[in-house]
């Protein structure tokens, strides 16, 4: 699969300049930030994914052999319903808020308005290349952004597609897409920008903040780590282990940032669920889940190599229980399942990002807490089964991570009212519907004060009953302050 | 040091920090601090910056006293999970966004306001159940003082953490690894902050700063507006820490006709409020320390700067003061209009037409708030929508900074993040989303093998098209 990266023929520091230069001229003369400009985009995008359908799934097939339902389902109805949301409720979003004001400040009234950042560069990744370069994108035009889209070279149908596709249907003054690699990505960090959001991994994420400091950019870091699935005795477990297989393998073969890494039960239980997983996975994907249609194939030969070295670390393979068999030609791995591997291993170290799912096992359900919480990372989700009331909420309590499911996992991905985004080593910001547009925006606070109603006491020369009458007002009560014009207060 | 950070995050880790009752706690204690060492403060503040009791108490106590009583009362909502609501296809499904504390926070403050600026955001970090280590900022010697030797002896000493020393201290604390860095300063040391926080991908705040401008219209032209425009602007130049603010207003905006009637006064209450000798003033404070004097009298040394001055402009070296002072029309490449002045001078620049104040301020760095003078709606308008600032505030100054309910930060370079009221209890909280789901009902079309009925079933769920699953379920519609 070594499909060579058509570069734009050197996209490098001075491009970058000058597309940001463009972009800029776009926002300061105004043209982003109409709502009919915005409505016009987001309903142009609509019309490209109506219009591109099987493209889209034939590039996304060419990429990563992503399952057409993935494609279809995953990538382009959640980009649609993100767009549908937008539209809808953009008004509202756009309306100031009102805020309360105190005595302190009276006579004034006070709102908060979103103003847009102005030019901001979007870096998306490969596994939802897609869905993760057009879902910021949306909230970055419902906010009145003009935008930079660079989508990873890892998918590059994806990436030029998207190209075409922008070019096409959206406002090319305002929105432009930059096709390459790392030279590229580091032209376009060069530059000053006024938001800079990146999906992809810590170390990646550790240079775009760098380039991002010294213009004082503020970003968002939508990252991954190991999301922990807990696994309680006394559950549905057929219900479970279907609705982890889904979020694992069903997700682009467990390479999403919030697939189940790993899962933790206990050691009394953990026969009876390889047992389970094997009975639904055959189920799902056939006795030979190499040939299944149904799987992503491994994005690339080097991914696919990191995955056999987790696989083939010598105090691994031997605590495989099901699957393990590898296509090479077709970079194809089939789900597989190791039972108690150690914790030191390599496989329980790093994200594991393919279709290898550890089991650990612990001797209290309540001990998978402190293991998850003492990992060193907070994960992006992290995942319970269990019908014990007590234990839900000790895990809702005790568990940091971006985002928390309990009896179902990847799902919160898909729901607008919760913001998706990671805390510590998973990320930092959110988005997905009113967050995205939150994320885009500056949150201007405004105060209207009249002429009317001077206090003398603001002004000097200072006395002691002008100390008296500050204390009263800055407590804000009534009464203190009736006092403290009699002079019945402490100087 | 790495000693009292790895208690930090012992205690964090043992959970104290979590409870409501800690924290109230906490916050208790920091306004019996407060209550119970007015006069220190009052003291402090008078030898680090020569600041009267009003304007100490208005700008620094009574702020903190309000910010924790504040946080007080609203914490057990502001703790509360915040519910959601889901779509029927996810029923019965619960979702809501718990607030939780990040961890072990660092805590930068600046010496104009010595109290307010590292307590505010302890507050915040108190409140939002994380541990903190304040390094309150050295050109504030007594204060830091103040702050080293009183938090311990009123706060959890596992729990709250202050230390002392300058520039070397922060380089170190930098190095290390933190949940958050909360940063008031210069946009300098913010991009050094925001570089060391990148290699562990810390999360920062950085409240930074900028030319505030204040733009006046034809609002002067009435007599008696006027003359509270003029009060509000002298307030709110030389009233905090006598320019010395990150939200002081640098430089006026003015229509040309109008600059005279502006300046004479302005003369006036600079007159009535502080006086006009400068071995006299009165209710002002001082310029902190040598190098910020020197850096002021400098701007005053270019020739068509010092003749641009049309009141004040004489210094005092050894007692570090520096007359308000009033220029009109500086040329626009000198240094005192293209570096945030942070002091007593005071450049009206004049304009033909008081629209183009507009153009101006987009010419320069977006600053953290932009004043403006005028009851023109079309005109408020039109600074909102076609200026960028970290606030607007029509027809007063300063007084933004009290409103707890609006949240206080800049844009670009005047910095992001924000804080005050919950605020400030956000800005140190993670949000995190759960969702709770029940075995049933169970949907089978999630799950492979794939077939066309199971496309068409997720793509009309993925759409809400409710009646369109009913069909398809009760086989009226084809898949």
Redesign the interface.
Known sequence: MGIEVEKKAGFDTESAKEVVKELRASF?A?KT?TYEWRRTQLTAMLKMMDENEPQIVAALTDDLSK???ES??YEI??L??SCKLALKEMKHWMMPKK????L??FP?S?E??S?P??VVLIISAWNYPFLLSLDPVVGAIAAGNAIVLKPSEISPSTASLLAKLVKKYLDCSCIKVVEGAVPETTALLEQKW?KIMYTGN?RI??IV??A???H?T?VV?E?GGKSPVIVDSG??LQ??T??I??GKW?CNNGQACISPDYIITTKDYALELVDSFKCELER???KNPLE???LSRIVNSNHFARLLKLLDEDKVSSKIVYGGERDETNLKIAPTILLDVPQDSLIMNEEIFGPLLPIIMIDKVEDSFDLI?YSGAKPLAAYLFT?NKKL?EKF?EKV?????????TT??L??P????GG???S????YHGKFSFDTFS??????????AG?AAV?????TAG??RL??AL???SIMGIIRALLGWSKP | MEESIAELRETFRSGTTKSVSWRKKQLRALLDLVNENEDSIFQALDQDLGKSRVESYRDEIGVIKKSAAYSLSCLDKWMAPKKGELPLLFFPAKAEVMPEPLGVVLIFSSWNFPITLALDPLIGAISAGNTVLLKPSELAPACMSFLTQTIPRYLDNKAIKVIGGGADVGERLLELKWDKIFFTGSPRVGRLVMTAAAKYLTPVTLELGGKCPAIVDNTLSNPSKAKVTAKRIVGGKWGPCTGQACIAIDYVLVEEKLASTLIEMVKKYIKRFYGDDLKELKSISRIVNKHQFQRLANLLKDPHVAASVVYGGSVDEEKLVIEPTILLDPPLDSEIMNEEIFGPLLPIITLKNIEESIEFINSKPNPLVIYAFTENETFKKRILSETSSGSVTFNDSMIQFLCDSLPFGGVGQSGFGRYHGKYSFDTFSHEKSVLHRAFYPELEPRYPPWTNFKFSFLKLAYAFDYFGLILLMSGFRKS
């Not at chain 1, 949150?443 to 002429?451: D, E, H, P, Q």
């Not at chain 1, 603001?458 to 200072?462: D, N, S």
């Open positions: 300061v105004g930030k399952p057409e339902l279809s389902i109805a959640m649609k319903n805020a309360k004001t105190s302190t400040s004034s006070a908060i308005v103003d950042l102005g006024d810590g994420a550790r903040m760098a991002a400091a010294k004082l503020p870091l990252l559950i549905n219900v479970a279907r609705r297989i889904a069903g799902f994907y056939g299944s249609k149904d919480n019908n839900k809702v940091s991570a971006g985002g928390l499911v309990v009896n179902d799902v919160h898909a729901e009212s919760l913001p998706f805390v510590g080593e990320g930092m910001g959110a500056h949150k201007k606070a405004v105060l209207y004060r009249s002429f001077d603001r002004y000097p020369p200072y002008k100390l500050m204390r800055l407590g804000g």
